[in-house]
């Protein structure tokens, strides 16, 4: 019976989440009424100093910071002139619309990493002007919610750093590693969108050539400065400075946010009712992450009392997994579990619980942290469950059908598990790239 208590925490933990309890007092209260019942009061002495050592942690000061530079940047209006300039350069293409929303998601993927944020910021501002111009449904809601998820994957990703400081990773290798991933799911995104426009021109057509006239008439290089070039080098400020090792991702952070404000205030957007809504949505972010992450140091201080990473280890050992066998079901566990809980409560739950025996297994951990990520990311995008696409449901025009966003999804959620595939299949994809740069 002593043995099963930590199978027996996890399934308390998880019926209570599912009841719809809030995540951090479940995992902190949870985890202390079952330690004290075991253990005593007693054993908790350690949780203020653990505690502690995660407020006191330097890394973890990247999460206020990039969350700042991302709503920032969603407040300033730039994601708005963004899509619209973008849209408008790819316009003569076929397909070019969707095209151009892939592209600005990355771009937003690489100034945000808030995914609630882009999907709702582009379900709004370009799922109606792609239906208006001909667009089918499918093909406009599945670009939407799979662009607006590569703040997932693509760096600075809040994922990255939250997994990165539990692997014990560098922020910076989850970075660069993240770099080839990252953009090969969106050349994969950009294949697909190509073929569709060829084989099916009706179903992504090119926009009417009076509205590109317009927009390449007067103010054509300022718009596009404006909206292409000032985001590009707040990305390149940011992540330049990471992989050139001037700075590193704390620091890279600090800039970002500094020059976020910068850029909002060159684009007229700056007062103090923008600045007090950024803040507090900044405090409100913040906060959740870490008292969650509080709660997890409990648990985590409990689920080791309790000798649950060795129970579990003999689990594996005695069922003769091989590590292949034992990373498909933790990947399979983790894409399931992001159906119903968010990617902070699945870092702090179930990886440090799998941590210990990949590392026995001699796994590559920024090789798992990499492929962690891109899970995740697939899993907000999987029907019936995935987050994405209730964000872009509950914003999406009249007529939108949750059968759209569902049919529209299905070839991206394919084309992410290709990209999982080939960082399995291929490790130096998410290796090669630090390694390349250390020896520099």
């Not at 066998?325 to 990947?331: D, R, S, T």
């Not at 995935?386 to 007529?399: D, I």
């Not at 569902?406 to 490790?427: N, S």
Request: with cysteine.
């Amino acid at each position: 019976m002593i043995e099963a208590m930590p199978l027996i925490l996890f399934l308390v933990l998880f019926v209570l989440l599912m009841l719809g309890f809030p995540v951090a007092f479940t995992l902190g209260g949870v985890s202390i009424l079952m330690g004290a019942a075991m253990f005593g009061f007693d054993f908790f002495n350690l949780l203020p100093l653990r505690v502690w050592g995660v407020m006191t942690n330097y890394v973890l000061i990247a999460v206020p910071l990039f969350v700042f530079m991302g709503v920032m940047l969603e407040k300033s209006g730039l994601a708005e002139e963004l899509l619209e300039t973008m849209a408008l350069l790819f316009g003569r293409l076929r397909g070019g619309l969707a095209i151009s929303i892939v592209v600005v998601g990355a771009m937003l993927g690489a100034s945000t990493g808030i995914v609630g944020a882009t999907v709702v910021t582009m379900g709004l501002l370009s799922l109606p002007t792609m239906l208006r111009r001909g667009y089918s449904p499918e093909v406009a809601t599945g670009t939407v919610s799979a662009s607006g998820t590569l703040g997932q994957i693509i760096p600075p990703s809040i994922v990255l750093v939250l997994l990165g400081s539990i692997l014990n990773v560098s922020i910076g290798d989850m970075f660069m590693g993240a770099v080839i991933p990252g953009a090969g799911l969106v050349a994969l995104y950009l294949i697909w969108l190509t073929i569709v426009a060829i084989f099916k021109p009706e179903l992504a057509p090119a926009m009417p050539a009076s509205e590109l006239e317009a927009f390449r008439g007067e103010g054509m290089a300022k718009r596009i400065l404006q909206a292409f070039i000032l985001p590009f080098f707040l990305i390149v400020a940011v992540l330049g400075s990471i992989f050139a090792g001037i700075a590193s991702p704390t620091e890279a952070a600090a800039v970002g946010a500094f020059g976020a404000t910068l850029l909002t205030v060159l684009q007229g957007k700056f007062n103090i009712p923008t600045l007090k809504a950024v803040m507090a949505e900044t405090t409100h972010l913040t906060c959740m992450v870490f008292f969650i992450l509080v709660g997890a140091t409990a648990f985590g201080l409990v689920f080791r009392g309790m000798q649950g990473d060795a129970y579990l280890t003999s689990l594996i050992v005695g069922a003769d997994m091989s590590p292949n066998m034992f990373l498909a079901l933790v990947m399979v566990i983790i894409f399931i579990a992001g159906f119903f809980i968010d990617f902070i409560e699945i870092t702090f739950i179930i990886v440090p619980v799998v941590v210990p025996i990949f590392q026995q297994f001699g796994v590559d951990l920024l090789w798992l942290g990499i492929l962690i990520a891109m899970n995740l990311q697939t899993s907000f995008l999987t029907p019936p469950f995935g987050f994405s696409l209730f964000y872009l449901k509950g914003v999406a025009p009249e007529g939108v059908e949750t059968g759209h966003i569902y049919r529209g999804i299905i070839p991206f959620i394919v084309i992410q598990l290709i990209a999982v595939g080939l960082v399995i299949a291929f490790p130096e994809s998410a290796t090669w790239f630090p390694e390349y740069l250390a020896r520099k």
